[in-house]
């Protein structure tokens, strides 16, 4: 029975991909990402009902748009494979039981599910355009309330960490108002900073921790490979973030530390 549980979770995954990979496109540019119906930004052709289901789209389509014959580019068809596949490895993570489940394992699957969401898009977007979107972190702070109204509601879990966090939130919304009002732009490091509270509220302190170092990790051993010359222009850049997409670094090694530690913490401890 758990084989036809993590494959449904693997669907469901799928779609999530091809939400974020439509949502990376699109929230930039203003456009809306539930009433606009899904088209090829080549021929602007609307997707049928065949071509919007993920995986099997792109290979019954052979990576090309029906109307213009367009490539479709392979990173949605990965992005897609790669989303399912995170799902399913944090529900074995979690060592979910189709005969077991229970409410309360639904409702925390579920606000994960929201916070990867946003996890993949502010990834997504900070890696094409080098900046952290403010509403999805808007997004992000939404369901941080949604989740300590239910923790106060339903669960017994101390809500006063969460209460600290969304205190921090509260007030680097003020400065950032404060900075935009001053500057006429946003602040990386303080949306930064919101994204990184969003870590520690939803994958807790060890975990959050643990990606900010692989994060440093990955992004030295990528300068590493490329010219030391390269590395030292970004960090003299005043707009280093133009360069460096830390957001990006950042989502996914909060990923991957993520899986790590469920599956060290539920099947070797």
């Not at 580019?73 to 979910?96: D, H, N, Q």
């Not at 403010?134 to 209460?163: A, E, Q």
């Not at 030295?220 to 990006?248: M, V, Y």
Request: proline share 2%.
């Amino acid at each position: 029975m758990n084989i036809i549980l993590y494959l449904i979770i693997f669907v469901m995954g799928t779609f999530f991909g091809s939400f974020y990979t439509l949502a990376v496109y699109r929230i930039p540019k203003k456009i809306d990402i539930v009433k606009t119906h899904s088209f090829c930004p080549n021929c602007n052709h609307k997707l049928g009902f065949w071509e919007l289901i993920p995986v099997w789209s792109y290979i019954f389509l052979g990576g090309k748009c029906k109307e213009c014959k367009q490539k479709i580019r392979p990173r949605y068809f990965i992005l897609e494979v790669l989303s399912g596949l995170t799902y399913v490895l944090i529900a074995i993570a979690l060592k979910l039981d189709f005969l077991t489940l229970n409410v309360n394992e639904l409702i925390n699957l579920a606000f994960l599910a929201l916070y990867l969401v946003a996890l993949f898009i502010i990834s997504g977007i900070d890696k094409e355009r080098r900046v952290i979107q403010k509403s999805v972190l808007y997004y992000v702070l939404v369901i941080f309330v949604m989740y300590i109204i239910y923790l106060y509601i339903i669960d017994n879990t101390s809500i006063y960490r969460y209460m600290m966090y969304l205190t921090a939130a509260i007030i680097l919304l003020i400065v950032d108002a404060i900075n935009l009002t001053r500057t006429a732009k946003d602040s990386y490091v303080i949306s930064m900073l919101m994204f990184i509270l969003a870590m520690f509220v939803f994958t807790g302190e060890i975990v959050a921790i643990i990606s900010i170092i692989l994060a440093l990790f990955i992004i030295l051993a990528t300068f590493g490979i490329n010219k030391l010359k390269e590395f030292t222009q970004k960090i003299k850049n005043e707009n280093a973030n133009k360069n460096l997409p830390i957001g990006f670094y950042l989502g996914i090694s909060n990923v991957i530390s993520l899986i790590v530690y469920l599956f060290i913490n539920n099947w070797c401890m």
